[in-house]
């Protein structure tokens, strides 16, 4: 079992930055892969990145690419999304998410575990 909690989102004025923190429990931290998705109102949760069980591989949306950064330190149990030159599109609560070994999945049905969200509002 894994517990997700996420932090770290606000309001933030379009070509600002924010960096959201997910803090997990238990023991096996670095054999989980670590994503992280985003759900605008009306619209389907979205894959954003994700980092490998090894941290090897780091993989992005296109839409995220050169502007988003994922990190992990698994000895703080936490994965980061660090986000810069935000846009109003960005706006959405953003979610972390774990599979035991994953490997970069991109679909929301690969997780295991999820975290509550975070809200990130980018006006304009």
């Known amino acids: 079992q894994v517990n997700l909690v996420e932090s770290g989102g606000g309001l933030v004025q379009a070509g600002g930055s924010l960096r959201l923190s997910c803090a997990a429990s238990?023991?096996?931290?670095?054999?989980?892969?670590l994503g992280w998705f985003r759900q605008a109102p009306g619209k389907e949760r979205d894959f954003v990145a994700a980092k490998t069980w090894g941290g090897t591989g780091t993989y992005y949306a296109d839409s995220v690419k050169g502007r988003f950064t994922i990190s992990r330190d698994n000895a703080k149990n936490t994965v980061y999304l660090q986000m810069n030159s935000l846009k109003p599109e960005d706006t959405a609560v953003y979610y972390c998410?774990?599979?035991?070994?994953?490997?970069?999945?991109?679909?929301?049905?690969?997780?295991?575990?999820w975290g509550q969200g975070t809200q990130v509002t980018v006006s304009s």
């Open positions: 238990g023991r096996t931290f670095s054999s989980y892969g």
């Open positions: 998410a774990a599979r035991l070994y994953g490997s970069g999945q991109r679909n929301v049905n690969e997780y295991d575990y």
